[in-house]
């Protein structure tokens, strides 16, 4: 079992960066494939972006890329979600999750464990 823990969130102005953090506890974790969700207030929980255990595959929706980065510290067992050119449409809270795919999935229910999320508010 895997134990995520997201920090990092913030108030931040439109075009600003923050660096959110997942720490992860528990065995395993360099196995696992490792995404990033967000839901904003009304609207269903979306997939932003993951990382498959090594590192070398990743995937992003399609309104974060070129924008966000995704990568991971297995000897860490970290996964930051670095977030440049931030706008108000990004305001959510941000989950990190863990999946037992190989290949970086989309969808919520391909994941496993789910950290408590942390908040994320861009400014206009």
């Known amino acids: 079992q895997v134990h995520l823990v997201e920090s990092g969130g913030g108030l931040v102005q439109a075009g600003g960066s923050l660096r959110l953090s997942c720490a992860a506890a528990?065995?395993?974790?360099?196995?696992?494939?490792m995404g990033w969700f967000r839901q904003a207030p009304g609207k269903e929980r979306e997939f932003v972006a993951a990382?498959?255990?090594?590192?070398?595959?990743?995937n992003y929706a399609d309104s974060v890329k070129g924008r966000f980065t995704i990568s991971r510290d297995n000897a860490k067992n970290a996964v930051p979600l670095q977030m440049n050119s931030l706008k108000p449409e990004d305001t959510a809270v941000y989950y990190c999750?863990?999946?037992?795919?190989?290949?970086?999935?989309?969808?919520?229910?391909?994941?496993?464990?789910w950290g408590q999320g942390t908040q994320v508010t861009v400014s206009s």
């Open positions: 990382i498959d255990w090594s590192g070398r595959s990743t």
């Open positions: 528990g065995r395993g974790f360099s196995s696992y494939m």
């Open positions: 999750a863990a999946s037992d795919s190989i290949f970086p999935r989309l969808r919520t229910s391909d994941y496993i464990y």
